[in-house]
């Protein structure tokens, strides 16, 4: 929850809130923040390992 937050304090350009729920197999997090960027994942380790790998 630290990164998830240390993000969002430096990259949304106002508040942002994080919410934890406990479920009955876990914990349901959300992070809403002011961006207007679309969030996307970051690339996988074993991608960017395959990448390196084949010279890419």
Known sequence: MTELAANAVQ??????ALRMRRTFDGVHVVLHDTSTTEP?????????V??????T
């Open 11 to 16: 990259y949304a350009p106002g508040p942002f």
């Open 40 to 48: 996307a994942p970051a690339p996988s380790i074993r991608a960017a």
């Open 50 to 55: 395959a990448a390196a790998s084949a010279g």
